[in-house]
């Protein structure tokens, strides 16, 4: 079989001829590429210039979520570390790994459950679930906790100067604590099915 001079064998193409590349189609991730960080011109809380920070350097409102959560404070976090330790020794240590299994997936642990706290993943500008809550209590926790024992326990008290109100093990799990009392941020169940889904009933 014979192949005209203009053409290379078995492509059906011209001699320095390049094979374009297809187009990729976007990944899942690419497609919900998070926009925790875009810049925003004002709060919508309290109308004061934002730049790319998560929170509202004035008010504390959390500029990815709706209005009205806001970080909590460091007084509210601070009780609930002692809540926490009071709640594990009360529940024997193992009543508090159950319960704490069980809210993990609702970006709390019990403390949190009791003093309307939740954690939100900055990069998914939403609720942090299961496996990113237990990376964050045991195992940033723990690496922090490393640390702490040998620079005077300093890194536990991190947020009092953090811009974001972050502890150190908040920025290795990419996350923020707010204060959600009326448990907007709960992610729906069928037990708690969220507004939108309550209206079709």
Known sequence: MTTNPGESRGTGTKPGQRWSARPRP????????????APRSACTACGQATGIEPCCQSCGQVLFLPRGLALSTPGLRFGGYLL??????????????????IVFQQGQTPAK??????????????TARWGRMFFRE??????????????????????LWDRNGQELWDKMATTLVV?????????????HPTEADAQTW
């Not at 009071?86 to 299994?101: E, H, K, N, S």
């Not at 926790?141 to 947020?159: C, E, M, S």
């Not at 204060?179 to 037990?191: F, K, V």
């Open 26 to 37: 976007a990944s899942a991730a690419a497609l919900a590429a998070p926009t925790a960080l």
């Open 84 to 101: 926490e330790a009071a709640l594990f020794v009360c529940t024997l240590g193992i009543g508090w790994f159950i319960w704490a299994f």
């Open 113 to 126: 459950q009791l003093l309307h706290m939740r954690v939100v993943h900055i990069t998914d500008a939403g």
């Open 138 to 159: 045991f195992l940033a926790k723990g690496i922090i906790g490393v640390l702490a024992y040998f620079t005077l326990f300093i890194p536990y008290f991190w947020l």
């Open 179 to 191: 204060t959600d009392p009326a448990d907007r941020l709960r992610p729906p169940s069928p037990d």
